[in-house]
């Protein structure tokens, strides 16, 4: 069976070529991002192409929604659409865009404006508590998209709510599109600021695939109140030469760069459990 930091490792393949191909995407987030995305959707999230429509299943919400060719690339992994369909990224008339939209099987809702990921979650996360169904939801958002108040609005109406069954990551890579976050809008202590808004509040290394799975399982045996995951990540991570780099928010590997992210890629081993 492929362990979970290989699966990490060729869906970072397959996101920087989706990127190079189709000339378009925002590489650094979604570099930042793969490890949570890869755990929830292996590991834990349940759903499958065949439960799509099942009201059981558990609810993903990419809220920051530039990051989406590392969902479309788990999502065309585990068949919940071919492969294939994904050459037509971002070309005319296709459904699959820059940002998730649910004309794409196994996306459950629009993002890509941000703020409102949170928001979509707590309204699921409500419905769930109100049908007494056992469903899970999970939202990732960026740390960037922390400076919109509408985080805190839904931050707010889940703790009164007491979502237990709400888990957040805050993909907290320290960079949004224009710079270091603390400079464009500082936001520190995490921590206590979840804390003092009521939720059971974890900080992890988010590019490891064992701190990430022990977060989870955490926040699922949690029955008082939502969790926040404050996943420390990096922006770029397992490609080193883009590492750290506000530019490769969303900048387009030159085809040099491109062979350079894949031998990096494959030199890695970033996720090691
Ligand atoms: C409401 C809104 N304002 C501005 C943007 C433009 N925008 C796209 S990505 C981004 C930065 C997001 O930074 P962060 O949330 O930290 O994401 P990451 O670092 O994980 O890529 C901005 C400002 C947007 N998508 N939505
Ligand atoms: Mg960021």
Request: hydrophobic letters at 35%; glycine letters at 10%.
């Amino acid at each position: 069976m492929t362990k979970l930091w290989e699966k990490a490792a060729q869906i970072r393949e397959d996101l920087v070529t989706l990127i190079y191909k189709s000339g378009g995407g925002h590489i650094g987030g979604d570099l930042s991002e793969t490890d949570i995305l890869v755990t929830l959707y292996y590991k834990y999230l349940h759903c499958s192409p065949s439960l799509v429509n099942d009201p059981n299943r558990d609810r993903f919400i990419l809220s920051k929604g530039h990051s989406v060719e590392t969902l479309y690339c788990i999502l065309a992994d585990l068949g919940y659409f071919p492969k294939s369909d994904l050459d037509n990224y971002s070309g005319f008339n296709s459904k699959y865009i820059g940002h998730p939209n649910n004309h794409v099987n196994g996306i459950e809702m629009n993002t890509g404006s941000l703020g409102h990921g949170l928001s979509l979650g707590v309204g699921m996360s409500l419905a769930g508590k109100m049908d007494k169904k056992d469903y899970r939801v999970y939202v990732v958002m960026g740390d960037g998209e922390l400076a919109e108040g509408s985080v805190w609005e839904a931050a707010m109406a889940a703790a009164h709510y007491r979502l237990d069954n709400l888990t957040v990551f805050v993909d907290r890579n320290h960079l949004q599109i224009s710079g270091d976050t603390e400079k464009v809008m500082s936001q520190d202590s995490l921590q206590e600021r979840w804390g003092a808004f009521g939720w059971n509040t974890i900080t992890i290394n988010g590019n490891k695939i064992g701190e990430i799975s022990r977060a989870i399982e955490i926040a699922q045996k949690n029955s008082e109140n939502p969790t926040i995951i404050i996943a420390n990540t990096t922006k770029g991570c397992g490609c080193p030469s883009i590492e750290n780099k506000a530019e490769w928010h969303h900048k387009l590997p030159t085809l040099a760069e491109y062979k350079t992210l894949l031998a990096e890629i494959r030199a890695g081993g970033v996720s090691h459990e």
